[in-house]
């Protein structure tokens, strides 16, 4: 089968709306059928040129755009390009239009009932059919937007982090399912810091470094592997010492389900926080991680069992926006500013909320935590979006404030960040 020319990015530079340069230099082609794996650190630009592609950067970002872009023969300039295109973004509960599954898939793919259940059966999402889209998981959601994209069979299928929230077992089932649009001819250009899991299975990688792109064939003519693997190996060391102070909060026996549900999302957890130490609760995606932390706050109340909580819990959530409250970095930060450097923010300070890329979010939310040093911080998906790098100086900073006394409880999907566990509870 021919492959014809899909993607074409020549010279590509884009600035964001203070004039400052965000990608300056991408230059790349794709054809139909390949899978390419866009690789480089946070802040890089990799996002920003899925938004160039997605058609987003200049209408809904107000970024200034630069170079030749073009899809099927298309300028990605015109509004016709978004029948091409299918977009996961990195904050997926921003991306689904309709109140509940079923409508999302069948008005936006024009596939039938019997197709929708099958493609949800296939990512372990059968049980959200006609559940309220407000109510599922970001993990759920990316699987639902995934799903959306394979029934569409759009030619240009664009992914960023979206195995970032889930775990193993709906990895693999996602990376299958966009390995077969891509066999069937879609261009499939996914973002991903988990380089491996992808081996065998790219056609092309982009590297992407201090905002220039080029395409390579393997990641070993990038030497990101070699830099990655050193990187992994400083989370452990990270691991708290101590950890067997006073129990500052205690889980007994918890069940917990939705006042709409039928089943129960959590049952009969235990789990103990002591100051000190970090605990991780690792588990599938939509089994009740970021639930048992909203008990855990106190925002949700157990339907059988005892909470006992003996200091004001602090939750940094999955979506860092429901976390800040200050227009700026800076401000945020407050007489605690000299945190960003360790958090790589330290060039960021003055800039706007909304301007922060979604990895930069979240590193403002954990370093705004570690100013106010709370005795009980929860933390939920801390590494979603991030680079290893910039995961390891978020892991850091919680090694920091257990090693001052706080009791910290983490939900992640992230394996290396699960290693500063000194206790892991699985739900």
Same mark, same amino acid.
């Given at each position: 089968m021919s492959r014809g020319l899909g993607v074409y990015v020549g010279s590509l530079r884009v600035f964001s709306r203070g004039g400052e340069p965000i990608v300056r230099d991408a230059s790349f082609q794709l054809e139909e059928g390949d899978l390419a794996l866009v690789v480089g650190r946070s802040g890089s630009g990799k996002t920003t040129i899925l938004r160039v592609l997605a058609g987003v950067a200049q209408g809904v970002f107000g970024l200034r755009v630069e170079g030749s872009v073009k899809l099927f023969g298309e300028s990605v300039s015109r509004s016709s390009v978004a029948r091409y295109v299918s977009y996961v /973004?990195?904050? /997926?509960?921003s991306a689904v239009a309709s109140p509940y /599954?079923?409508?999302? &898939?069948?008005s936006f793919t024009r596939a039938s009932r019997a197709e929708v259940e099958e493609a949800l059966h296939r990512l372990g999402l059968e049980h959200i059919l006609e559940e309220n889209t407000s109510s599922l998981s970001p993990g759920e959601i990316q699987r639902l937007l995934i799903a959306e994209a394979y029934l569409a069979r759009s030619r240009l299928v664009l992914v960023? @982090? $979206? =195995?970032?929230? =889930?775990? %193993?077992?709906? +990895? $693999?089932a996602v990376i299958e399912m966009l390995r077969e649009l891509a066999e069937g001819g879609s261009i499939v250009i996914v973002v991903d810091h988990v380089a491996e899991q992808w081996r065998g299975l790219y056609t092309k990688v982009i590297y992407v470094e201090s905002g220039a792109a080029r395409a390579v064939d393997s990641l070993e003519d990038t030497g990101y592997l070699q830099a990655l693997e050193r990187c992994l190996a400083s989370f452990e060391a990270l691991r708290p010492r101590g950890g067997g102070g006073e129990a500052v909060a205690e889980v007994r026996d918890l069940w917990f389900r939705y006042p709409d549900a039928r089943d129960? !999302? &959590?049952r009969g957890v235990w789990l103990r926080a002591r100051e000190g130490s970090?605990?991780? !609760?690792? #588990?599938?995606? #939509? +089994?009740?991680?970021?639930?048992l932390l909203r008990v855990v706050a106190g925002l949700y109340r157990a339907s059988r069992g005892r909470v006992v909580v003996r200091a004001r819990p602090q939750l940094v959530p999955e979506n860092p926006l429901l976390y800040i409250s200050s227009p700026t %970095? +800076? @401000?945020? &930060?407050?007489? #605690? $500013?000299?945190?960003? @450097? @360790? $958090?790589? &923010?330290?060039h960021r300070l003055d800039t706007p909320i909304a301007f922060l890329s979604g990895g930069e979010r979240r590193r403002l939310a954990i370093a705004s935590a570690y100013v106010r040093s709370p005795r009980l911080l929860l933390v939920d998906e801390p590494s979603v979006g991030l680079d290893p790098w910039s995961a390891l100086s978020v892991a850091r900073l919680l090694s920091t404030l257990a090693s001052r006394g706080s009791a910290i409880v983490i939900a992640t999907h992230d394996p290396y960040l699960a290693r500063l566990g000194n206790e892991v509870l699985e739900v």
């Open positions: /973004p990195q904050e /997926p509960w /599954p079923v409508i999302e &898939l069948t960023d @982090e $979206a =195995l970032s929230y =889930l775990d %193993p077992a709906s +990895r $693999a129960y !999302v &959590l970090i605990v991780v !609760v690792k #588990g599938g995606s #939509g +089994r009740g991680k970021s639930t %970095p +800076r @401000e945020e &930060l407050g007489d #605690g $500013a000299s945190v960003a @450097e @360790e $958090a790589g &923010l330290a």
